[in-house]
Structures are given as C-alpha cells and as structure tokens.
C-alpha cells in the first residue's frame, strides 16, 4: 500500500516538475519568437530611415527652392523683410527704474563679412541691430563694442552707412575699441562721434589688400594645363593658371588705389585733425601699418584712451542722459532658421555660433583688413 502511493507520488512529481527542465519543442518556439522580434524591429528601423532620408531629401529641395524665391524678390541693399527687424533688448545697466531713455550697446566683433555669421561682424545682422536702434525712440545713443581687424570692403561699408543713418536721426555715436579695431574696423569707426581705444589697441593699418595664387607653375610640373575661353583679355583677371600680364597688374593696382582713396577720404570726413583725403594719404600711418592705442590719439585717430566705462560716461554726456540705462541689442538665429539649416550649402546657424576656423581672405575680393592680425 505504501509501496503504490509513493509510486503515485513519485509519477504526479514528474508531471509537475518535467516542464521546468525545458522540452525540445519549448526551445524551438523561444527561438523563433526571438527571431521574429528581430526581424520585426529590423523592418521598423530600416522603414523609419528611409522615411527620414525621403523627408531630409524634400526638405532639402523645399529650402532651395524658399532660398531661390527669397533671393529673387529681395535683395540685401533692398532692404529687409519685417520678421528680419526682429532685434531683442537686454538690459546691462540700470540707474534709476524710472529711466526711460537708454544707450544701445552693439557688438562689432571678428572679421567683417556680409554672410550672417554669429562667430564673425555680420554687416547683415550689426546693420539691422543699427536700425532698430535707430528707430527706438528710447535710445539716445549708440556704442559700438569693437573688436574687429576689419574685414571686407562693402560689408565695412554698410555698416558706416548705418553708422551715419543713427548720427543724421540725431543719436551719437561711439566706439569702443578693445584688443582690434583695425582697417575696416577703423572705416567704421571715423565715421562715429567719438572715439575710446585703450592704449595697447591694435588700431589704424589704413589701406586695401586683394590676394590671389599663381599655380601654374605646380601644374606645369604635374602635367595639366589651364584652357580657358573668355570674351575678353580681362576676363579670367586673377585666374592663377596662367601668369599675369602686365595690363592685369596695373589694373588690379588701380583698383585697390581707388579703394585706398576712399578710405583715405572717410578718415578725412571723420577725424578733424585731416583736411582732406590727400593729407591722410601722406601721413605716417599711409603705409597700412598698424598702431597702438597711444600712438593713434597722437596722430589724431582716437579721441580719448580708456576703457568701456569711458566710452559710457561720454555717450550719456552726448546724449544729455547721466541716468540713461545701458541695453544691449542683440539678434539670435530663428526657429525657422535652425529648421532650415539642413541645406547643403546653408551653414547651420547653431555651427555659426560655434568658435571660427581661422579666417584666410578669399582669392579675388577687395578687403579692408590687418592680415597680420587674423591669420
């Protein structure tokens, strides 16, 4: 009797206990169950990436397309769309809460360029910060917060354009200059009221550069020649698979005078102490070489050496507001701007405002710039 129950007992053990040793069958179901699952997931991800890609493709060609319709219906010298005069403000400085006049404070720092490049002096961004400035009936003054070793010729200019727009609307303007206020850095700033460099400023380097390569002679060495059709003899001017011909050379001399001269006139219509463009051309400073803080205050191309508290103190003098709050002027890449920055040649407006590569002027374009200072 006993005998048979512990039989019994022992076969029911069995039952329960067999399924947790696992069975063939069981392996085989677990097997393809997992299998399943990673196909399942490897479908999902290669289905998702191809509907990215497809999205990134059309974004793409959307953004070119916005890109071509914006560039046909305006232009930089044109003016700006309303959502571009978008500028925000910031508080700096406040004296009293019941202050309503301000100075706007507006950074002029790195290379002058025209591309609207955060890390650079964009004249696209400083022009409009400088007219929304401008149109605030709040600022009674404008400082620039200058750090620049110039940049290019007509990017430079625009800026002075702006510069002169605030003075003829009655607000002054100052510069402050802090380690660079060079070349087209200076073009800017003879045209401002008033002047603050500290006394070991790198400043003046008054003149025109333009570069260019010759290449022909590595091309030579290596078997290939340049073969260009062109309608006229200057056509492929600066083109350095070829050697220059000696009309090239004086003309392109002749251009980089001619900008040389107007350079020279706008420091005469800025700073007193030249009469007229050709007493700045025989100067000691002609050269293009660049000064210290303390030698332009005695040649005349500073007003006062100092630092920024200076430059603050005289533009509240100016503009008659010792209480005036200090308001930094400021524009940041837009949502839309980040959206569209996938385009290939588009750089993305967050890599703008990572640290520069080091800037190399470009082969053909006229600068106003120190290339000691920013190679």
Known sequence: MNSDFNSREYQVGQQVTAPSRGTPGTTRRSSSFMCGCLTAFASIFIFFSLLM????MLGKGCVKMVGELADSSSSFSSG??????KVSKKTIECISPDESREIALIEVKGVIVFDNRHYYASARRIS??????????????????????GGEVVASDEIRHQVLACKEAGKPVLVCMRSLGASGGY????????IVANRMTFTGSIGVIISSYQIHGLLEKVGVQSEVYRSGDMKDMLNPGRPRSAEEREYVQSMVQ??????CQVVAEGRKAYEDAEAVAQSEFADGRVLSGKDALRLGLVDELGYFEDALRKARELADAPKASLVRFSSMPSFVDFFFSVQQNMPSPLQNMLPPKRFTPEAGKLYYISPELCY
Do not use: T
């Open 53 to 56: 890609f497809m999205l990134f």
């Open 80 to 85: 700006f769309s309303e959502s571009e005069e």
């Open 128 to 149: 409009k910060e400088l007219r929304a400035a401008r149109k605030d009936p709040a600022v009674k003054a404008i400082i620039l917060d200058m750090d620049s070793p």
């Open 187 to 194: 073009f800017i700033a003879a045209a401002a009221d008033w």
């Open 258 to 263: 001619n900008s040389f001269r107007e350079f």
